[in-house]
């Protein structure tokens, strides 16, 4: 199926394509095979590129697919490399670059991962390490510059793919729950009406008072938005055969919906570097060595 991603090549378009089908030739194969069949204008540099293309998907450099393919073909490096995909969301203190990250939670082998900061977010750097493909939904304006700035690396260590653009070619627009909506992809009943707000503040209840519940509800929601990519991705590449309800179960269990402030968030007592917060702020530096430019 990535094999039949064509338009990137120089001087293809929609029209040549269509020509290009009616002589034959829908793979890189195919135009290896009978480079007769293709006008001589734009024969050779299609070949060279097909070449390409081959060598990358030997290699499996997803990265060249990410950087080369035309956006109507993106969906294809998601539909061939599907089973090796880790799918995650982030949940911050605030919209601006300087409100910290406060959970990440991560589809990966299967099953979830989490990390929270003040416990184990450093642990999701560790994770990259092993990581094929990383999917988000919205990610390249937010949760990867977010992660980039929070862990003071240049870049990410894999490729990483925004399904909001895929969904765009498909004319689905909106954030990821209201195009899941749609798609009659349905949360928890006790995670329908949680927001981004609420995700604030449940994370303020959980600093100020060790709300427990707070915590664990938190985690839930962000969750149900890793699931809801992975149901929207299969959606995309026309795999819907997944029991949603057996990979809803498989959420962090529900606590009960806890109490939160309405109106107003929480005013925490202004952040200072503890010496916890200047350890941690050393480990990311150190660990993001790793993939400084040399």
Known sequence: MINEALQHCSGIGPVRLAHLHDEGIKTWQDVLQ??????????????????????????????????RLAPVDKWRILAHYFPD???FDIETLGLSSADPIT????????????FVEHEN??????????VKLLVSFNGSTFDVPRVLD??????????????RWIAYRRGLVGGIKEIARKQGIARPVDLDNVSGEHAILLWQEWRAKQ????????????????????????RLIG??????ALLWDSLPPATGRPPVHRGRALQLTAPTLSSDKRRLNRNRLLLSKRWSPR
């Open 121 to 130: 977010l450093d642990g999701f750097l560790e994770l990259l390490d092993r």
């Open 211 to 234: 709300d427990h519940a707070a915590r664990e509800h938190l985690i839930r929601y962000c969750a149900a938005d890793v699931l809801l990519l992975r149901f929207l991705a299969e």
């Open 103 to 114: 959970v990440i939670v991560t589809w990966y082998g299967g099953e979830f991962n989490t």
């Open 150 to 163: 929070a862990f003071h690396i240049p870049s990410l260590p894999c490729p990483h793919l925004d399904l």
């Open 34 to 67: 009978f480079p007769q069949r293709i006008p001589a204008t734009y024969r050779n540099t299609m070949m060279e590129e097909c070449r390409r293309c081959q060598a990358a998907l030997e290699l499996d450099d997803i990265q060249y697919f990410i950087d």
């Open 85 to 87: 995909t880790t799918f």
């Open 239 to 244: 795999m819907d055969n997944t029991d949603n």
